[in-house]
C-alpha cells in the first residue's frame, strides 16, 4: 500500500496566459481597500507562466517617479529575475485612490517602468492599474498619439 498522499491542486498553481487571467488573479489577491494608497506590488510569473509565491509591495511611491528610482528598481527586478528560469517574467500593478481610469501619472509611470524595464533586460508581463473601482491593463499604445 502507497502512503503517498495525491498532490493538492490550488488555482494559484493555474497558468495565467491571458492578461484578463492576470486581472482576475490580482482582484482575488489584492482586495479593493488595499488598493487605496500609491504603490507598486511585484508578481513573478516562471516560465510556464504561474505565480511564484513572492508578492513585493512598494509602498509610498511618488506620484512623480524619479528615472532613478525607476532604474534602481529594475535593476533589482533583473537580479531577482537572473536567478529564475529564463522566461520569468514579472506583472507590475499600480495602486491608487480614484477611479478605474488610466491618468497622465499612470501613463509616465508605466513608460517610464516599460523603458527601464528594457534596459535591465527584465520581462515584463504586463502593468497594470488597480484602484479601489477596479483593474486594467496599462497597455503600451494606451495614451499614444499616432507619431509620438
Known amino acids: 500500500m502507497d502512503d503517498a498522499t495525491p498532490p493538492r491542486y490550488s488555482p494559484l498553481d493555474d497558468p495565467l496566459r491571458t492578461d484578463e487571467e492576470i486581472l482576475d488573479r490580482i482582484g482575488q489577491l489584492i482586495q479593493p481597500e488595499s488598493r487605496e494608497w500609491r504603490s507598486l506590488v511585484l508578481f513573478f510569473l516562471d516560465g510556464a507562466a504561474r505565480t511564484l509565491p513572492v508578492v513585493v509591495p512598494v509602498d509610498d511611491v511618488p506620484e512623480d517617479p524619479e528615472p532613478a528610482i525607476i532604474e534602481n528598481l529594475c535593476w533589482i527586478l533583473s537580479q531577482v529575475l537572473g536567478k529564475q528560469e529564463p522566461d520569468a517574467s514579472v506583472v507590475i500593478m ?9 491618468a497622465a501619472t499612470d501613463l509616465i509611470w508605466r513608460d517610464r517602468l516599460a523603458s527601464a524595464a528594457a534596459g535591465q533586460g527584465v520581462r515584463v508581463r504586463l502593468i497594470c492599474l488597480a484602484t479601489p473601482d477596479g483593474l486594467l491593463t496599462l497597455s503600451a499604445d494606451q495614451g499614444r498619439r499616432n507619431g509620438t
Do not use: L
Open 94 to 102: 499600480m495602486t491608487r485612490p480614484g477611479e478605474a481610469k488610466a
